[in-house]
């Protein structure tokens, strides 16, 4: 078998190339059943994979209508075609996620990459781990991530995505005309979804009540509140994500989640960006690190009492309104500046 | 690979400097590709879909090359022709496991390989993102490949016929599979681009 379709000049001096040829990884696995990858031309059906039936397998949504889709379990590729009408809940994917000529769905989704192009009336519930895009679309509404199932935290791990490194707000819109026609953050923060009571799927564990989610809920820079107080609290130590979560949970309606970031920075990247924050410094340097970026009424005040009991040697708070501005402006530049290339 | 490496591949060349452009449809992984040639695997999950472009340069002993990544989404490949000038190679990235664009790809493909800028420049298709569970299946008859193609065609008859690249007479070509997730196939195409960039200008 020859190696690669190509131009016919140089095909006389070719070597035998069935010896030299290198075999590929996609060569030697076995073809899936591609009846099981695809989801095509329903209406008005529940459809369900449940978790460890795609364990990170490509999926592809077509031409579906007044369907709902539940894909609880990680995927390396996702495709959404053509779909109207339909309730998508999608659980990490890997790699990217496009929807085009979707209209009138509400899709929840975590991914590393996020594409919508001609699509209209859609509402996007984003977990997104690079900034996400859309293209010649109109009325999409964008919210945080919310949902919970039993394994998905564990699915975010196996997709090699973070809870906290949501991007879901930075929406970059290809064809800006102005005005909000094309997109805008939706007012709900949890997605108007019942969970199916019936067949194996309820027994996931699936919901999507407020204060559950694997995701914590973030506002996202864009709707900061203004002129209230900032924050940053970085959280360190095997145990950063429970004792973040933990805080989240106590802070609840008291103060805003603007976002969050899971880092570990490597050589001197830490000092380049957070050179001026001593004390900050000094918490990033022991190790990966959760740092959320609060802001509120008195919100240092609020998260320093939540803290009580968790050792002081795990986590900074900004301290001090100007310290807390100082903070939060940093935080907001360096996670912009992770979303270059 | 590095940007050193390859660059050590090129330095045979008349040429002092060289130039290669990636073009493709948005989502068809061409900044992942862009960032297997930079030795840059580590980033891969980090990537952003691209809004402008991204470069990669290198200098050594007067030598220089530079690679362009410009982003493919249908609203800014007006802005490809910007990038043409001086091209030395072009690499086409292709998501070989999305079916329902290929026509779109092979719509753009065939009218870049009409513009004169473009014209004789040697032509790299990478038919990207074979790891994934719906690609193309490489070794799959042509559907629709006229039979006496299919004897030199054995793999992508289907990229192969449906880009026209079969009627091709002014420039070298060649279709690579390729997952540049796993850094498989790139190796192999930067190869054909050492052979085959030098005979094209000069």
């Known amino acids: 078998m020859g190696c690669c379709v190509s131009s016919g000049e140089e095909r006389t001096d070719r070597e035998p190339l069935a010896e030299t040829r290198p075999r590929y990884s996609w060569e030697k696995k076995e073809r899936p059943d591609r009846s099981q990858l ?53 659980g990490p994917c890997g790699g990217s996620v496009f929807v085009r000529q979707c209209e009138g769905c509400t899709v929840v989704v975590a991914c590393q990459q996020f594409r919508a192009r001609d699509c209209r009336k859609c509402t996007v519930y984003l977990h997104c781990k690079s900034q996400p895009v859309i293209e010649s679309s109109h009325r999409l509404r964008f919210s945080c991530f919310q949902a919970y199932y039993d394994k998905l935290r564990d699915q975010f791990s196996s997709a090699d995505l973070h809870p906290f490194n949501n991007q879901w707000s930075h929406i970059h819109n290809f064809t800006n005309q102005g005005g909000e026609s094309d997109w805008s953050f939706a007012q709900e923060t949890t997605p108007p979804i019942t969970p199916p009571s019936e067949g194996d799927i ?6 999507f009540q407020r204060g559950r989610s ?12 203004t002129e209230s107080e900032g924050c940053v609290v970085v959280m360190t130590g095997e145990e950063r994500e429970s004792r973040a979560r933990e805080l989240l949970t106590k802070l609840q309606d008291q103060v805003v989640l603007v976002q969050t970031c899971h ?11 957070f050179g001026d924050h001593k004390s900050l410094l000094a918490q990033i340097k022991t190790g990966p690190c959760i740092m959320m970026e609060l802001s ?9 009492s939540s803290l009580e009991g968790v050792p002081e040697d795990v986590y900074h708070l900004s301290s001090g309104r100007e310290e807390g501005e100082r903070e939060r402006e940093t935080l907001a530049n360096y996670l912009m500046s992770s979303l270059t290339m | ?82 990038y043409f000038e001086g091209t030395d190679v072009l690499i086409f990235v292709v998501d070989s496991a999305d079916m329902m664009r290929m026509d779109e790809t092979g719509e753009e493909l065939s009218e870049l390989l009409q513009e004169h800028k473009l014209a ?25 490949a006229s039979p006496d193609l299919q004897h030199n065609l054995l793999i992508f008859p289907q990229i192969a016929e449906k880009f026209q690249l079969t009627s091709l007479t002014d420039r070298r070509w060649q279709i690579q599979p390729c997952s540049a997730l796993r850094g498989e196939g790139i190796q192999e195409g930067m190869d054909w681009m050492a052979k085959n960039v030098s005979t094209s200008k000069w």
């Open chain 2, 1 to 82: 690979m590095g940007l050193l490496s390859l660059l050590r591949k090129f330095r045979k060349q008349p040429s002092r400097e060289l130039r290669i452009l990636i073009l493709g449809l948005d989502n068809a992984g061409k900044t992942t590709v862009l960032r297997v040639l930079a030795s840059e695997q580590d980033e891969i999950k980090n990537t952003t879909p691209t809004q402008g472009f991204n470069v990669k340069s290198v200098h050594s002993q007067g030598f220089k090359l530079n690679i362009w990544d410009i982003g493919g989404q249908r609203t800014i490949r007006p802005y490809w022709k910007h």
């Open chain 1, 214 to 225: 694997t995701v914590p809920y973030s506002v996202g820079p864009l709707a900061r509140p």
């Open chain 1, 263 to 273: 880092s570990h920075f490597k050589g001197n990247e830490a000092q380049a960006f």
């Open chain 2, 120 to 144: 004789g420049v040697p032509l790299l298709v990478f038919a990207n993102k074979q790891d994934l569970d719906l690609a193309m299946p490489p070794d799959e008859p042509a559907g629709y």
């Open chain 1, 38 to 90: 695809i989801i095509s031309g329903q209406v008005g059906v529940v459809v369900c994979r449940l978790p460890g039936q795609l364990s990170g397998r490509q999926f592809h949504i077509q031409d579906c209508r007044q369907c709902e889709i539940f894909v609880l379990d990680t995927t390396s590729s996702l495709t959404i075609h053509g779909c109207t009408d339909c309730t998508l809940v999608l």
């Open chain 1, 202 to 207: 309820s027994g996931c564990g699936l919901t």
């Open chain 1, 296 to 304: 509120g009424e008195n919100v240092q005040q609020i998260c320093h």
